[in-house]
């Protein structure tokens, strides 16, 4: 397809066909979703019949796929074709043909052009012809096609074989380049597929598929397409190597470079339990990474299918420039009806050119003819809305729709959950002493005593599966000491208050004051006072009848929240930002404090508190954004205007759920979502001025018989691939 009026040829065409009841085309996509009885075969009959043919599945290797911009780029797409081929070689023919002309002036060289001339409109022309034709025949539509194919036919009766050639060649030329920028916007979401190698390297017993392979170790590798690999598999990833598929690290520690999925400029370390995904490059040593899920369910290829399906989803502007060219295309071809019979029937004006040379009304209605199409103001959209859903994508930022991204440019407030949103939502130990710390900080790491504290709580938590305890077990293994002590026995756990359990013939109590109570130890006065803050959880650690420290645990704060809160004040128009949250008061405002930037802050919110928090912020500021981790805030994520969800790389829910989904669970992306959105709205509106604009200007200019033919063809053509380039520089926002 060259333009978005191709796709809703083949749509009418096909809802003619008997058997179809529902027929969808995609544009940006190439795709098309038919549903009803009709075969296969039918529907790829009546698609020939239209002049369109399925194309083949793309892969890497693809020849016609444009990797690149620029003039070589353009010519070797136009080489790779065979009809454009053919126009290039009659344009070569014309041009030896007029110098012939010039250079000997006779009656010979004379018709020796003329008929170049005629050859070129009818055959370059055949192919417009035919699919002009297709069209009006099967699906009842006046195409681009058939108003070229009449307009060169006309050119030809009134003896401007020279314009009529003209117009056949740059309409060929292009439509080319609308296919060429068409198809460089559709391989930018097919690139983000091409990340994911076809074949991958997994380790396997001796034996198993191994041939002929003499095996010095247990595992050996084998190479087999990445379709195959299932989750279990373990994947050798070597130095620069991409991964087929997402997994976890066993065995390694090496940099990985997202910066293709995610936009990380700088490669992170990655070590033995980290999750890794398919797209991404091995940078420094080998790896051993246990598949989690099959390539074709990757992060990557959710993410592209997911853009895939939002490309299809028509924002209003989309929709209403479809019920606009509806009609545009027929006013014109009525007012060019006009043009040529009003003035000649009633005013007695001249049908054909003067002797004088100004134009006749028949060659005024050519002209509009040319301009009727209403390609570029089709295109304007959809090829801006394609670019910017895929440049998110890119950022680790899925947007469901076109719709979606547009509501999300009124928005002037944004509510964001506590936990797991501006916080990690993974508790950490912040601080951590003993009795007998002799220093003064927060658990110093160089006292024993300390360190001891750390170990024995960690050899109790062990078992336990509580969040509080990850955050023990994992601050000790972080510090060496979770080989210190051997895993606790006979651990009981106290429901709400901590865990009791027995360790080289000692009671331990890990928990609350509650729990230590209760067992009769007696808490030291005011030991660890200066430990109690604000969001902080304070876990004592009893050994027999005696307390030997405390551990603090919090939430952290997400390190990026400030800085993508600051960035949303300095938006212009700026975003004002609320909290909502379910714990206390005193906890909110130490996190706002700390996040910094919080206009508005409501805690001690249930779910259905937030709902009528949403509703209260809508009616003060207007449409409301609520960023939250797409579980258990889906109610508030579905009452607001634009529902943004983080943690996407694991949450099936948060992508059902959600508007928008922060698929890397970065805040950082907020702002540029913003920005892109935003500017998305302003492209669109550029394109659809730029491209009205130009129409309207060349009904005026054809009517006063100021524009020509190929000028005509010029606008046209100019104004789609103008609008196409420009909302292609939305894959560039940075």
Same mark, same amino acid.
């Given at each position: ?32 979703? %038919?549903? =009803? ?15 369109? @043919? ?119 030329? =292009?439509?080319?380049?609308e296919a060429f920028s068409a198809a460089r916007a559709r391989d930018s979401l097919h690139s983000l597929l091409a990340l994911q190698p076809q074949t991958a390297t997994v380790l396997r017993p001796c034996g198993h598929s191994s041939g002929s392979t003499v095996c010095s170790s247990r595992l050996h590798p084998v190479t087999i397409p990445a379709q195959e690999l299932v989750p279990g598999d373990l994947m050798l990833v070597r130095p620069g190597e991409r991964l087929a598929a997402d997994g976890v690290i066993r065995r390694g520690i090496s940099g990985i470079d997202q910066a293709a999925v995610t936009g990380e400029s700088l490669p992170v370390t990655r070590t033995v339990g980290d999750q890794v995904m398919a797209g991404t490059i091995n940078m420094e040593a080998a790896l051993e990474v246990e598949v989690t899920r099959p390539s074709a369910d990757s992060t990557i290829a959710r993410i592209a299918r997911l853009v895939e399906q939002a490309q299809a989803r028509r924002s209003p502007a989309e929709r209403f ?49 040319? %301009? ?35 509501? /999300? ?55 336990? $599966? ?6 023990? %077990? ?5 510090? =060496? ?14 429901? =709400? ?33 200066? /430990? ?21 645990? $919090? ?37 706002? $404090? ?134 292609? @520089? ?5």
């Open positions: 397809m060259d333009c978005g009026s191709c796709a809703k040829t083949i749509e009418e065409g096909l809802r003619k066909l008997p058997g179809v009841r529902r027929v969808s085309v995609d544009f940006a996509s190439a795709t098309m979703e %038919v549903e =009803g009885t009709a075969t296969p075969e039918a529907i790829e009959r009546r698609l020939r019949q239209l002049g369109y @043919r399925l194309a083949e599945p793309r892969s890497d290797s693809d020849p016609d796929a444009p990797r690149s911009a620029g003039a070589k780029a353009f010519l070797t797409f136009l080489w790779r074709q065979p009809r454009l081929r053919m126009a290039l070689a009659l344009a070569t023919a014309l041009l030896f043909g007029l110098a012939a002309r010039v250079i000997v002036p006779s009656d010979a060289s004379r018709i020796l052009l003329d008929l170049l001339l005629v050859a070129t409109v009818v055959v370059a022309g055949a192919p417009i012809f035919h699919k002009g034709l297709r069209a009006l025949v099967f699906s009842r539509r006046i195409t681009i096609d058939l108003l070229m194919t009449l307009a060169a036919t006309g050119a030809l009766l009134i003896g401007e074989t020279g314009e009529a050639a003209t117009v056949v060649l740059l309409f060929t030329l =292009g439509e080319a380049l420039i479809d019920r606009f060219a509806r009609w545009y295309t027929p006013a014109v071809v009525l007012l060019a009806l006009a043009v040529v019979l009003v003035p000649v029937a009633a005013f007695g004006q001249p049908l054909l050119d003067s002797a004088d040379g100004s134009r006749g009304w028949l060659y005024r209605g050519l002209a509009l003819l040319i %301009v009727a199409c209403p390609c570029a103001l089709v295109i304007s959209i959809p090829v801006t809305v394609v670019s910017s859903l895929t440049r998110l994508a890119r950022l680790g930022v899925l947007v469901k729709g076109g719709e979606q991204l547009d509501r /999300l440019a009124d928005v002037r407030m944004i509510a964001f959950d506590k936990t797991g949103t501006l916080t990690s939502g993974r508790p950490s130990v912040s601080a951590a002493r003993s009795l007998d710390c002799v220093h003064e900080h927060e658990g110093h790491p160089g006292c024993d005593s300390c360190d001891d504290l750390v170990a024995i709580a960690a050899a109790v938590e062990s078992g336990s $599966e509580h969040p509080l305890a990850h955050a023990i %077990v994992e601050h000790a293994r972080a510090r =060496g000491l979770h080989h210190r002590y051997p895993r606790a026995e006979a651990i009981t756990a106290v429901p =709400g208050r901590g865990v009791i359990a027995e360790l080289a013939g000692e009671a331990i109590a890990v928990g609350n004051a509650g729990l230590l109570s209760q067992r009769n130890i007696a808490l030291p006065s005011g030991s660890f006072m200066d /430990l109690i803050a604000p969001g902080r959880t304070l876990m004592l650690v009893a050994r027999g009848p005696r307390v030997i420290g405390a551990i603090g645990v $919090e939430d952290p704060v997400r390190p990026e929240s400030a800085a993508a809160l600051e960035e949303l004040r300095r938006a212009d128009p700026p975003l004002r930002t609320a909290m909502l949250t379910g714990d206390g008061e005193s906890v909110a405002r130490h996190v706002a $404090e700390r996040v910094g930037g919080i206009d508005e802050i409501r805690a001690g919110l249930m779910p259905s508190d937030k709902l009528e928090a949403i509703r209260t912020l809508q009616l003060t500021h207007g449409p409301v954004a609520m960023v939250g981790d797409g579980i258990n805030d889906g109610p508030a994520l579905a009452r607001s205007d634009v529902g943004i969800a983080m943690g996407g790389i694991g949450t099936a829910q948060a992508m059902e759920i959600a508007d928008i989904v922060l698929i890397h669970d970065d805040l950082r992306r907020l702002p540029t979502t913003v920005r892109v959105a935003r500017r998305n709205r302003t492209v669109v509106k550029q394109n659809i001025a730029l491209s009205l604009g130009l129409k309207l200007a060349f009904v005026g200019l054809a009517t006063a018989g100021w524009a020509t033919l190929w000028l005509a063809v010029v606008a046209d053509v100019g104004a789609t691939v103008l609008v196409t380039l420009n909302g292609m @520089r939305m894959l560039r926002v940075r």
